[in-house]
């Protein structure tokens, strides 16, 4: 469905330039070639996504023993002290 609709926005800026002149007709098959390779690119990415999805959660996790030692932060501890200055007669 994102394929359709991004080919579609592809198409309709590609005719909204016009094919009335020579100069509009290339701009439109410039937008047409140029917006077919980003959806195909797109698309590309989003299964490579995907597969790394499956390899990393589904297929991984029925390896992990989970027997390893376990993460704890780095948290500094700050001392804060309020310091009080009394008025003093002279």
Do not use: C
Request: net charge positive; no cysteine; aromatic share 16%.
């Amino acid at each position: 469905m994102a394929h359709w609709a991004l080919i579609l926005i592809t198409y309709t800026v590609a005719g909204l330039v016009g094919t009335a002149s020579l100069s509009g007709l290339i701009l439109s098959s410039i937008i047409v070639v140029g917006g077919n390779v980003f959806v195909l690119a797109l698309e590309g990415l989003i299964v490579f996504i995907h597969t790394l999805r499956l390899h990393f959660y589904e297929w991984f996790s029925k390896f992990y023993q989970g027997n390893g030692t376990e993460f704890k932060t780095f948290k500094r501890n700050f001392v804060f002290v309020d310091v009080v200055f009394e008025k003093t007669q002279v």
